[in-house]
């Protein structure tokens, strides 16, 4: 009789109150002992010595482009790319082809990713003005992350321009809302800006910093006056930051990776439409407001917004390239490089990446280093030297705007539920991804 099915031996594992030396016993997929654990008789062992045993990221912003769109990704090899970057779970997002806005559509997602998903799973159920009626018992469908709205067209045709139809969503459910927040009229109103062909740096002039901010505004009004939480998505400026502090009774925050590494215009000197998201990188001003949330508190989570396109999509002339980049597989190399200029602490990291995750969505038995949790850790070299390489990407899109970028810090194993996934590189076994369980009520 072995003790242990797994152990992590002689990491540097950042637990709830603070890194320290310890091993982590797993049985039957959780986390069974934290301490000093030689000598008990283990069916495996994962050597973590010089490395640190993270919870395991959670990325809460994902498009993995099944069913429809699956030239540019599926949910094997979205999955594949989380954790061959050391996420464990990902939130995957409802702008597939058909939509995925009634619970037929959700079940489908679920019946699809079995057997093929290498990581945990959620999938938002997409708001529209014709299905908010049922959101409040769609929300609370097994494995479903919650309600997804688009203020402003982006890829796909998921869209709720106007204060009624959002009232309608924010009105119907309890559960936290995600919101891509960038207001419709206003882009409407810009886009003869770059209709007729325009370079991609004037992205942030068409959709402009109030462009953000009014969307945001708007929601976080309706927020207040219905009484529901909202989790504000990709926030790219100041104003919209100091907004936000004052409605943190019902507001939550996100910031991506990408925002707070590239700035506009050397982005799109260098990368030119590759640059192009929604709502866009911008300018270092900007992007300095980005690291000050985060420092005071305010950003609560994380999410990569990985959302792929071929290279011969965003190829064509802006502004018919589509907007969106891959980034779920070099969100822990890029934030580990923060980490190691100094921008942000590994705890904090840990608290955007784990901790904040799961107290905003409620999810179940995941996100810190907790006995009877899942045994879902990332394992990183804080001091790994690698350069990022669109060779190395699993993502069938097979680019990433951060090709040949060097990086301090690497992932070097994932582990979901004791089951070790991902070893320097490699992808072990066979996809075992699980949905994720909520909280009830949560
Ligand atoms: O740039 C973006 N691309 N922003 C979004 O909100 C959607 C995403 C996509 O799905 O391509």
Not at 233 to 246: F, K, R, S, Y
Not at 247 to 252: C, E, L, M, P, T
Not at 322 to 340: E, K, R
Request: charged content about 25%; overall charge negative.
């Amino acid at each position: 009789m072995t003790a242990f099915d797994l152990v992590l031996a002689g990491g540097t594992v950042v637990l709830p109150g603070g890194a320290a030396e310890a091993d982590i016993g797993v049985r039957d997929g959780r986390i069974a002992a934290v301490g000093a654990l030689a000598g008990q008789a283990v069916a495996d062992r994962l050597d973590c010595r010089g490395l640190h045993v993270l919870p395991g990221v959670i990325d809460t912003q994902v498009h993995f482009r099944e069913p429809g769109l699956t030239h540019k990704e599926d949910l094997e090899t979205g999955t594949a790319s989380a954790a061959a970057g050391g996420v464990t779970t990902i939130f995957e997002m409802p702008n597939t082809k058909p939509l995925t806005v009634d619970p037929p559509a959700l079940q489908d997602k679920f019946t699809r990713a079995r057997g093929r998903a290498w990581c945990d799973h959620a999938f938002f159920m997409g708001g529209t003005a014709e299905n908010a009626e049922h959101l409040g018992d769609w929300e609370r469908l097994p494995g479903c992350a919650g309600v997804k709205v688009f203020m402003g067209s982006s890829t796909g045709s998921l869209l709720l321009p106007d204060d009624d139809g959002l009232e309608s969503v924010l009105a119907n459910g309890r559960r936290r809302v995600a919101v891509h927040a960038e207001d419709e009229p206003r882009l409407e109103e810009r886009w003869p800006l770059v209709a007729d062909g325009a370079p991609a740096h004037r992205h942030p002039d068409w959709r402009d910093i109030d462009t953000a901010v009014t969307a945001t505004r708007r929601l976080l009004t309706l927020a207040r006056k219905t009484g529901r939480p909202v989790h504000v998505l990709h926030i790219t400026t100041g104003a919209e930051m100091d907004l936000l502090a004052q409605y943190r009774d019902v507001a939550s925050v996100e910031v991506t990776p990408q925002h707070l590494t590239l700035v506009a215009p050397d982005c799109y000197d260098r990368l030119g439409s590759l640059a192009q998201m929604n709502p866009p990188i911008r300018d270092d001003e900007q992007r300095q407001t980005l690291w000050r949330a985060i420092d005071n508190g305010l950003v609560d989570v994380m999410g990569s917004d990985h959302a792929p396109h071929t290279l011969e999509e965003k190829h064509k002339p802006y502004p018919q390239s589509p907007s969106g980049m891959p980034g779920v597989q070099t969100l822990v190399p890029l934030m580990l490089d923060h980490v190691a200029a100094g921008r942000l602490t590994l705890q904090r990291l840990v608290d955007l990446t784990s901790a904040g995750p799961q107290r905003l969505f409620g999810i179940s038995g995941k996100g810190r280093i907790s006995l009877g949790y899942d045994a879902d850790f990332t394992v990183v070299d804080l001091k790994a030297r690698r350069t990022i390489e669109a060779s190395g990407m699993r993502s069938r899109c097979g680019w990433t705007p951060f090709d040949g970028m060097s990086v301090t810090g690497w992932p070097m194993a994932t582990v979901i539920r004791g089951a070790v996934v991902m070893r320097e590189d490699e992808l072990l076994g066979a996809p075992a991804g699980e949905p994720v369980r909520f909280i009830d009520g949560q």
